[in-house]
């Protein structure tokens, strides 16, 4: 035969299941609460057993020293078994069920004893205590046994102490008492044991169902697999408990979101604050693959629920990819402006051909000097007014492209901006977003333009782009800084509505604000004011200090 393989050998020690680990923890720590409670209760059950018995014929010793009678009778008669002192102290044994009443002098000599032969005799145990005026409750072995004991003084009617009562209970009649009840002890404690073992089952059984019956590596295996995975991939996971609270954030959505682990365990809209993007991840916005901002950062959400009442929400960063394509709009745009005035330049070839073959040199240098003096006069006006190279530089690029698409793109004579901004990048992204949005609306239209108004008042600059477009009616003017929101269809590189509310969370990011109105020539005009926008200049010095 074979040697049996390794996976139809016997498997030795605890099983594997989740639900048979649990069950016998279970049962076992219900057999040992059973064993130890009983155990608990024996242990004290004796020595209470004990203090009753004692305290019992205590109580029989005192009942019969305070028979005044036999104090007198203790005096004027004789020790005999048929003595006043012996028949009174067997009335009262056999009617208290005692195993002795014993009644003896201030010597220690019996008046009374179970035993008639032990009348007369000193008494086998020290009855000093009892005969010095102290009760005394003992346990211990005397000529009968042993047995639990009361003893007392017997006083006459003068309160003298003449001798001593002690009476014992039998000891055995104690222990018989205890070894009883041990039965119906066991019985509760098996029963409550039975208790303990089905309640364990049930607990189990809905552990097995909570588990799936995996095994206890396993669960430790999908946990380890689990860190790891959400640690590692490059979207953010973000899962939220049936109250809304934070529980989980993986790496990803910390550096998406701008938060840190201290987030979890608070509501989502602590940790984040209002906007489009707790609505998004608590639900309050429903859909798939939903446009969100979060600080410069342009976010694809997914929402999905759990079955415990919590979610699961997946982000995605898609900053690159909407500039990309924002920017492939834009090339897109030029090369559709481009064909449309492609009969134009050859046109234009054709007469400076035609001036060149005619030798009329200096017409033809004029007719450049038209065609190209346009496009320098404005980049020229555009470098003295904007002082920022990235700002004037955008502008003039902006201007070639608005002209290409025939709109003109004009900055206003008294517009004045010092090379002093602290923020370029964020307001490039502002006036790049406004003017491609003014551009859109312009273009097509009788006369189009589109002018970019930037002035500053101290630190502050204000940023006004109008066009000749048809305008935002007055009830959208707030809805248009939505996320997602968009009169245009969506472009093939994605979703549109996410320049205007980018513009206004860079505004409001520098404490400043972002708003629609009207122009005055008719169109949209946009305003934002960015208040601490330019660095502190360098102030003239005052005349205490010359």
Known sequence: MSPTSPARRLRLGLPRRVFSQVLLMQLAIAA????????????PLGDQLDDQAMRRALAIAQTTAAQRQIADDLRSSKPAADGPVQEEAERIRRASGAEYVVIMNKEGVRWSHTDQDQIGQVVSTDPSD??????????????????ARGKVPLRDIDGDIVGA????????????????????????????????????????????????????????????????????????????????????????????????????????????????????????????????????????????????GGAV?????????????????????????????????????????????LEMYEEAAEFVGEVAGAHRVTAEQITEKIGDPLLAALLVGKATVAAERGVVLSVPRDTALPDRLIDPGGLVTIVGNLVDNALDAAAGTAHARVEVDVRTEGRAVVLRVRDTGPGVPSGQRETIFTEGWSTKEPPAHGKRGIGLALVRRLAERQGGSARAGAAPEGGAEFTVVLPEALAQSELAPTEEAR
């Open 32 to 43: 040992g609460v059973a064993v130890l409670a009983t155990g608990l209760f024996l242990a």
């Open 165 to 308: 009562v002690s009476v014992g209970i039998e000891y055995d009649s104690v222990r018989a008492r205890l070894v009883h009840a041990i039965p119906g002890l066991f019985a509760y404690a098996g029963g409550a044991l039975a208790v303990g073992a089905l309640a364990a089952y049930l607990i189990s059984r809905r552990v097995q169902r909570q588990t799936r019956d995996l095994a206890f590596s396993d669960i430790s295996a999908l946990l380890a697999e689990r860190e790891a995975m959400l640690h590692s991939i490059r979207e953010g996971v973000v899962a939220l408990d049936r109250a809304g609270r934070v529980r989980l954030l993986n790496d990803e959505a910390q550096r998406l979101l701008g938060l840190g682990a201290e987030a979890i365990g608070q509501p989502l809209d602590t940790a984040l604050g209002p906007g489009r993007t707790t609505d998004v991840l608590a639900g309050r916005v429903t859909g798939t693959d939903l446009l969100t901002v979060r600080g410069q950062r342009v976010l694809v959400a997914n929402r999905m629920p759990t079955d415990d």
């Open 313 to 357: 929400a997946t982000l995605r960063d898609r900053t690159e990819l909407e500039q990309l394509g924002r920017e492939l709009d834009s090339t897109r745009g030029l090369i559709d402006a481009l064909r449309a005035q492609d009969h134009e330049h050859a046109n234009r070839m054709h007469t400076l051909l035609g001036l060149l073959e």
């Open 130 to 147: 009892a005969l010095a005026g102290r009760e005394v409750m003992e346990i211990d072995d005397g000529t009968l046994g042993r047995s």
